[in-house]
């Protein structure tokens, strides 16, 4: 992610990735299984917002957008207020009944496009005031959140998600519990063993 940090390449990504998802080829082949709408498509909308903030971060003092972003941060105190909205939407978009309503209405979908790229943002605007305690929270909650859902997902002896069969949820339960545990490993890797893999966002 070091190279979202330059604005012409941020605007580029944006300008690219958000509208070649939005495309209906692009869109409608990551939301027929619930894996790729679930640990891709929102992953990459995240992404982009990301990139657009870490580049939003690097706006030239006194330029409007180091002003705008002035008056953004001050409601974002050590970073606290942006990761609880981000987590919030993320996790609402994991929910199956919203998994559902994104594959099957186009204002949920079109709401999904705007609100994921904005969680990117608010990571990206608030990890950086983030104190490294408050950082080891938001890692382990990551962490549990993929674990339940995915132990939700494989445990439920019904489908949850009408829009997808019962063997595409069973595959993403795996995968959620799979990333959950190469997530665990990324991020204390560093710290009981003193190298890479490391998992940094800033």
Request: with cysteine; net charge positive; aromatic share 10%.
């Amino acid at each position: 992610m070091r190279r979202c940090a330059d604005p012409a390449f941020a605007v580029l990504l944006a300008a690219g990735l958000w509208p070649a998802l939005a495309a209906p080829p692009l869109r409608a082949w990551l939301e027929s299984s619930m894996a790729l709408h679930m640990l891709v498509q929102l992953p990459l909308l995240g992404a982009i917002g990301f990139c657009l903030g870490r580049a939003w971060l690097q706006s030239r003092p006194g330029s409007a957008a180091a002003r705008a972003l002035a008056g953004t941060q001050s409601c974002n105190a050590g970073g606290v207020t942006g990761i609880l909205a981000a987590s919030f939407v993320m996790i609402l978009w994991m929910l199956p009944r919203l998994l559902d309503l994104a594959r099957l209405d186009a204002a949920a979908d079109a709401l999904k496009f705007l609100t994921v790229p904005a969680a990117g943002l608010a990571v990206a605007l608030s990890w950086p005031r983030l104190p490294a305690i408050a950082r080891a929270v938001v890692h382990l909650e990551v962490i549990a959140t993929l674990f339940r859902f995915g132990w939700g997902y494989l445990a439920a002896e019904e489908r949850l998600c009408l829009a997808y069969l019962a063997g595409d949820q069973q595959w993403t339960g795996e995968l959620l519990l799979w990333l959950g545990a190469a997530y665990a490993i990324a991020v204390t890797w560093r710290p009981m063993f003193g190298g890479a893999p490391r998992a940094r966002l800033a």
